[in-house]
């Protein structure tokens, strides 16, 4: 069996973590015992344990106190745009060269945060959407991620406010991952984006795109039978069609339509026939069935987002910047561990590189982070009973 390349441990994780983290977003240093080095491993830290600051903080033993960090973060932190542009160049500074000599498939969604929060300053900063965990009230990120074996890297992050246009979001993310050299062969899209304002924006950019299509006008179920795109639910057999999608100021955009029918096979609890209705425009698939594989693959992105989560830090504030950096802090881990893996994990191979995530697992990396800040700060892995308190006052 052929030795490893590299011998990879924690410190030199959490250094390049650091390093980078430092070099694009510049933190300064606010006190001799809250330095940016210092401030940089308490929020490492606290994205592996999914926990707070304040509370990541108080369980180290020679860390400074919570409120020492917070104000030294709120007195380094620049504003929300120069932050989301140099989030932006940190996600970019783990894209390897490959992706960006060849034209790639992109996947675009957006993630909402529940918060259950007043704005902090304005209320476009309160995103508005279906309801779920006990608010309809968010904090809204859209991403673009390139789509790649073995390659699969967040290129770009937005914040996205109430009432923004979906076309303005998709625009800027695009315009993000062209200034990396990362420029679309199809975007995958959500079916959020299932719009004309959306679809008329790509055409006339010429950006080929496959998304989801959102069903209108009479339902199967309704007297009068089906109308508008419902009426593709009713396939029985997958094929090929086109379709103009209107909008209340009656704009229109024509589409092609491709439906994959398929048996539910107990998925949901359901059996039977389903039609999957997609839309598409700027290539010609070959089959039904290559469409549904296709999309398919834009499910990475909510494997990244699920990832995201398991790294990001947990907040009640108010401020739409901090909660941006949390994110993005998520984000460029994740990056790190995919450059980690393609560059120095990989195993060569004819064709090229084999992916071994069982070399460093995404939670194993974590771990990694979270150990080493352990070791130059310690623990504080005590707790008091309410007598001991008692007993302490008295004194």
Known sequence: MRPPRHILNRNQVHRLAADHLQTHLKFKDYKRKATAQVLWSLLLAAAARITSLSDTCQRLD??????TARKALLATLPDYDALQHQLNAALAGYLPKTLRKHLQRLAIDLTLIPYHGRPFRDLTEVYRGQAQSGTSHFHAYATAYVVRKGQRYTVALTGVRKGEPLKEVVQRLLRQAASVGVRPRLLLLDRGFYSVAVIRYL???RYPFLMPVVCHGRS?????GPSGSYVFRTWK???WS????????KRTAT???CVKCCNYQGQWKRHGRQALIYAYWGYQPPSPDSVFETY????????SYRQMHEGRIRTTTRRPAVRLLYVGIALVLRNLWVWLHYTILSMPARGGRVI????????TLLLWLLHVVEARFGTADVTYTEREVLYDLAM
Do not use: C
Request: hydrophobic share 30%.
């Open 296 to 303: 398919r693959l834009r499910f990475g992105i909510e494997t």
């Open 62 to 67: 020679e860390a400074p106190s919570d409120e």
């Open 237 to 239: 057999q997958s094929g």
């Open 255 to 257: 589409v092609s339509i």
């Open 242 to 249: 086109t379709y103009t999608v209107t909008d209340a100021k």
């Open 356 to 363: 071994r995530l069982e070399r460093l697992r995404w939670a």
């Open 203 to 205: 055409q006339a950019a």
């Open 220 to 224: 199967p179920k309704q007297s009068g």
